[in-house]
């Protein structure tokens, strides 16, 4: 018997969720292992093109793409998005990269698509924009007041990466790239890039790590992250709609925030609740409730 739309679509978006929050936990462990960020760049790349190429001679379905978009996105969405992310969690929790990367990528994407392509600013973007600032504002206040929270360079790497990842979403759409096309032509461009960079210039720690790590975060980077969660991602949406599978998936760092307890043995601070408190009510959008829009009768 065949699963139902509904039940499939269940399956790709639990399988997507559960990838994109484990990207914050496997990107931390970086610091209890030899492999720097540099060497996870590589990883990715590497990784995720093996993979490509053995499906395109498997198959022999071949995908084209623009040759200068697919540079500029992977400077953006490529090689600068991952150095920058893989960089902050050698210095800030997981709970940290929740915080400054995934509630941030909201607020510059508003930004973005207010200073650049000049979009209408609607109510709705800001009440999102306003909840997630208010909260990130609280817990600053509460955090540093109180010492429970350690500003670091990670937290600043982190919204630098979601500055980066707001540029490439934006980009994919003016330069009318396809899923299908960013997948292949990004990860491709970005290890021809990387590469030559990676071997003649950058720090390498990969020759003292065991092949177990290497593999390890080679496959879950390149195969899982790039392309695993792509297409969960792409079929998730196209069977429960935009707005449903959206929904689920933004709950990813709420996830990636209690997986790192058990895994890593990192418990969020209070004040970093506090700013998740905030994206959660972004999401849930509560001011569009029902309850809160009938009229008070008078009597």
């Not at 003016?174 to 030559?196: C, D, E, H, M, W």
Request: proline content about 4%; charged content about 10%.
């Amino acid at each position: 018997m065949p699963w139902s739309k509904q039940v499939q679509g269940s399956i790709y978006v639990i399988t997507t969720l559960l990838i994109w929050a484990l990207f914050a936990v496997f990107s931390r462990m970086l610091g209890s292992q030899q492999l720097n960020s540099w060497d996870l760049n590589f990883l990715r790349f590497a990784f995720a093109t093996l993979f490509i190429g053995f499906y395109f001679c498997w198959t022999r379905r071949w995908v084209s793409f623009p040759v200068v978009p697919m540079l500029v996105l992977s400077l953006f969405g490529g090689i600068g998005y991952c150095a920058i992310v893989y960089a902050g969690f050698l210095f800030a929790p997981v709970s940290h990269s929740a915080i400054w990367l995934n509630t941030c990528i909201p607020v510059s994407t508003f930004f973005l698509s207010w200073l650049l392509i000049s979009k209408q600013v609607s109510s709705q973007d800001l009440k999102v924009l306003f909840t997630i600032l208010s909260a990130i504002a609280v817990m600053l206040i509460y955090g540093l007041s109180t010492g429970s929270y350690q500003f670091s360079i990670g937290d600043l790497f982190f919204f630098f990466g979601s500055i980066f990842w707001s540029a490439y979403t934006l980009l994919l759409k003016k330069f009318k790239i396809n899923i299908r096309q960013a997948i292949v032509g990004v990860t491709v461009t970005s290890f021809v890039i990387y590469l030559p960079i990676y071997l003649l210039f950058l720090p390498k720690n990969i020759l003292q790590e065991s092949w177990q790590v290497i593999i390890m975060q080679g496959v879950f980077h390149g195969f899982l992250m790039v392309i695993v969660a792509s297409i969960s991602f792409i079929k998730s949406v196209e069977l429960l709609g935009a707005f449903k599978a959206g929904s689920i998936l933004a709950l990813a760092p709420f996830l990636a925030v209690m997986l790192a307890i058990p895994m890593l043995g990192e418990w969020p601070e209070v004040a970093s609740l506090i700013g998740l408190a905030g994206l959660l009510i972004a999401i849930l959008k509560p001011w569009n409730w029902s309850v809160f829009s009938v009229p008070l009768s008078r009597e």
